[in-house]
T-cell receptor, first 114, second 115 residues
Framework: ETGVTQSPTHLIKTRGQQVTLRCSSQSGHNTVSWYQQALGQGPQFIFQYYREEENGRGNFPPRFSGLQFPNYSSELNVNALELDDSALYLC????WGQGSYEQYFGPGTRLTVT | GESVGLHLPTLSVQEGDNSIINCAYSNSASDYFIWYKQESGKGPQFIIDIRSNMDKRQGQRVTVLLNKTVKHLSLQIAATQPGDSAVYFCAENNGPNNAGNMLTFGGGTRLMVKP
């Protein structure tokens, strides 16, 4: 196990609703990245948080937003949910600037939008 | 745009045989590559990584080879076991300052180990 935890494990929402997913990073890690993994595909980078600020963003619309807290945990918020948002949402923690590039993933949150 | 891809979507091997999973990348500026293993219902698990100043790196039963000339990456698993059955992803770093914190993943190869 990596020490990265995510909640909830599963979630069902209806189109147009909003959702908040949570991630606790591994002890000693200061960076959290979020990825979306559609069924049968590789993870796609959403954004990354470092020192409580967004530190890079993939090709996702503004209705995907996030936060990082002083304890390095993070939230992913998605507004106006669409059916195509159904996916496994993964967070990964790492230690940027400390010489290690390894990213450790949590188990993910399975979001289903109906 | 730049991408990381895989040649074979499914690989079936006999238990005890060696497995080789291949990956092509297109971003010649990438200098850090990782292999992940993902079992059903779980997040990707780090297997092994390699930086572009190396062409080979070995771990426990796994070896990663990097050929920068043809932009090719491979993962070799020795004496494949049933527990190795999973989807394997290669990923490349495309973050700022080569920080290794923003990854582009390929589509994955499913490894099936036959007893």
């Amino acid at each position: 196990e990596t020490g990265v935890t995510q909640s909830p494990t599963h979630l069902i929402k209806t189109r147009g609703q909003q959702v908040t997913l949570r991630c606790s990073s591994q002890s000693g890690h200061n960076t959290v990245s979020w990825y979306q993994q559609a069924l049968g595909q590789g993870p796609q980078f959403i954004f990354q948080y470092y020192r409580e600020e967004e530190n890079g963003r993939g090709n996702f619309p503004p209705r995907f937003s996030g936060l990082q807290f002083p304890n390095y945990s993070s939230e992913l918020n998605v507004n106006a949910l669409e059916l195509d948002d159904s996916a496994l949402y993964l967070c990964a923690s790492s230690s940027w600037g400390q010489g290690s590039y390894e990213q450790y993933f949590g188990p993910g949150t399975r979001l289903t939008v109906t | 745009g730049e991408s990381v891809g895989l040649h074979l979507p499914t690989l079936s091997v006999q238990e005890g045989d060696n497995s080789i999973i291949n990956c092509a990348y297109s971003n010649s500026a990438s200098d850090y590559f990782i292999w992940y293993k993902q079992e059903s219902g779980k997040g990707p698990q780090f297997i092994i990584d390699i930086r572009s100043n190396m062409d080979k790196r070995q771990g426990q039963r796994v070896t990663v080879l990097l050929n920068k000339t043809v932009k090719h990456l491979s993962l070799q698993i020795a004496a494949t076991q049933p527990g190795d059955s999973a989807v394997y992803f290669c990923a490349e770093n495309n973050g700022p300052n080569n920080a290794g914190n923003m990854l582009t993943f390929g589509g994955g190869t499913r490894l099936m180990v036959k007893p």
